[in-house]
């Protein structure tokens, strides 16, 4: 196997014998060959678009299928070995609607084994080093734009489960997919295409913040609490609205508070959600620490989306997963009836007593802190806030990370924080006070809501004449796995400067394309935060 598409990626190169996240040889390799069919079925789809020929339900498979191969979304080879096989069903569905097309050989022709090994052996050969003799700045470019589509496809998939789709998300993922395998693009062609993915992926955001606000309500700011209260309960991670809506609505009545993990943190200000009184508060932070966390829950916990790991043994029969989330052995709802869960909570002791514990707030999404710019706006004028930091991205166990809890605490007190992502949770309980009434720490959402902190930023910009590189405000980014590379293409494809980036470089990108982004975008490796808030602030 070999797999560097995240960025705890084995000695910093890239994973060669199990990978970093528990993913082991034989779903690596059938990951792989899923995504080769996939670009055999977008070859096919592309061809369809030119007379017409298009089906929704595959532009949506698609989606579906790459979300599955993204960092810590699905383990189980089984449930790879069904999306291969359908995959390649689909691509020969479309193959003979088309006339007059032939396809050279490849992904658009393979005939998937039949067996998991034979599967597997197939994968063995299509991965990211099966062609030695690739220019390695290609190849950089080429699993830029991979990775890149692999966020896009999971903002997608989040959106359309919400009922919002957008015909030219499906219709770049193919067009992109189907270039990766066209040997006569040069760089400037990808760095093209890496470009527009950076743009798909903000029509992605832009209809996934339209799916959750339409659905739930603009969130508002709202205190959580971190403690507990007596009872039976369940927790719920990941990232998924309406699967916390599912359980809320399975669980009225039935003396079960539900509590948000992870990512799930900023729904509490969703009106829609907050109206369910067992919605209580949120427990543990971020998804690296879910072995220790879920291991002390004393109930039952659901998996949404992505960000699973190894389970322990001790709550293996405690923990369920749905949607694309899969482990091998651990019970998967697919239908949505949730009452397995809500059985094993109810067995199990839930929390002997109420817990005190320290609250934060959640809620300033695009919508609140708009409503609010004339106050912000006059204390950038009067010098009340002097910069804005928007420190965000996501968590993760590589040592390094300290590096964010430290930068804000130093972080001036006439500056304001915006955050979003599981980043937050190397200091999202810190008190950093207010300016004028405006709190210090602003917690913008999940990272599907980057959206909101692009439309703060534009707002700000329009609102001082200027353009946003020319704002007081300065991007300090973590990045884990691909729906960070969707954002970080989207804020280069807004021309966005001067993006600071750790706790290390992708190993994905080679040095010649790095001197690119360097040379055009200013992007840096974050130092120390001292050395970094000097050189912003002087």
């Known amino acids: 196997m070999f ?26 390799a059938l990951q792989d060959l899923l995504m080769y069919a996939v670009k055999g079925l977008s070859l096919v789809a592309v061809a369809g678009r030119k007379t017409g020929i298009r089906d929704p339900k595959i532009d949506h498979f698609a989606c579906e299928a790459i979300f599955s191969t993204l960092t810590n979304v699905d383990f189980d080879p089984n449930r790879f070995v069904q999306l291969i096989h359908q995959t390649v069903k689909f691509r020969d569905e479309l193959k003979a609607k088309i ?3 032939s396809f050279p050989e490849g992904p658009a022709n393979f005939t998937p084994g039949t067996t998991l090994e034979d599967l597997v052996a197939q994968g063995e050969k299509v991965g990211v080093k099966s062609d030695p003799d690739i220019d390695p700045d290609i190849l950089s470019l080429r699993e830029l734009l991979i990775y890149g589509i692999k966020g896009v496809a999971a903002y ?49 955001m832009e209809i996934l913040d339209a799916a959750n606000t339409g659905t739930y309500g603009h969130p508002v700011p709202t205190s959580v609490p971190l403690g507990a209260k007596k009872g039976k309960a369940i927790l719920v991670s990941g990232h ?20 948000t993990h992870g990512e799930m943190l900023p729904c509490h ?5 907050k109206k369910y009184d067992h919605l209580y508060g949120h427990y543990g932070t971020a998804w690296q620490n879910q072995a220790k966390e879920f291991d002390a829950f004393p109930g039952a916990i659901l998996m949404t989306t992505n960000c699973i790991q190894k389970p322990r043994d001790s709550y293996n029969d405690k923990i369920f997963t749905t949607g694309l989330v899969g482990w091998p052995g651990v019970a998967h709802i697919a239908d949505k009836n949730f009452a397995p869960v809500i059985e094993k909570a109810l067995e199990l002791p839930g929390f002997a007593e109420d817990t005190e514990g320290k609250s934060v707030m959640v809620g300033f999404a695009r919508n609140a802190v708009m409503g609010v710019a004339g106050t912000v706006i006059e204390a950038v004028k009067n ?38 992502a599981c980043g937050k949770f190397r200091f999202f309980d810190q008190d950093l006070g207010d300016i004028g009434g405006i709190p210090r720490l602003l917690d913008v959402g999940q990272c599907n809501d980057a959206y909101s902190a692009v439309q703060i930023a534009l707002a700000l910009a329009n609102a001082f004449e200027c353009e946003v590189n020319d704002l007081p405000l300065s991007m300090v980014l973590s990045w884990y796995e691909q729906k960070a590379c969707a954002i970080l293409l989207s804020l280069l494809y807004l ?15 080679s040095p010649n394309i790095l001197n690119v982004l360097v040379e055009k975008f200013n992007i840096m490796p974050i130092k120390t935060p001292d050395e970094d808030l000097k050189a912003i602030l002087g």
């Open 3 to 28: 797999c560097f598409q995240c960025e705890q990626t084995s000695k910093g190169e890239g994973c060669t014998k199990i990978g970093v996240c528990g993913k082991k040889p034989e779903v690596a």
């Open 383 to 420: 010098k009340a806030i002097r910069h804005f930091f928007l420190v965000a991205g996501c968590d993760g166990a590589k040592p390094g990370r300290n590096y964010y809890t430290e930068f804000v605490e130093k972080v001036p007190k006439d500056c304001v924080v915006l955050t979003l």
């Open 156 to 204: 997608a998939d989040h959106a359309k489960i919400l009922g919002k789709t957008d015909d030219r998300i499906f219709d770049f993922i193919h067009e992109a997919m189907a270039a990766s395998l066209n040997t006569d693009l040069g760089a400037d062609d990808l760095v093209g295409l890496v470009l527009k993915c950076g743009e798909i992926n903000l029509v992605a």
């Open 495 to 509: 021309g966005i400067k001067d993006i600071r980036l750790g706790p290390s470089l992708p190993a994905f990108i």
């Open 269 to 273: 200000g969703y009106p829609e959600l």
């Open 240 to 259: 998924d609205l309406k699967d916390l809506e599912d359980i809320l609505k399975q669980t009225q009545g039935k003396g079960i508070n539900v509590y």
């Open 99 to 101: 006339t007059g097309d």
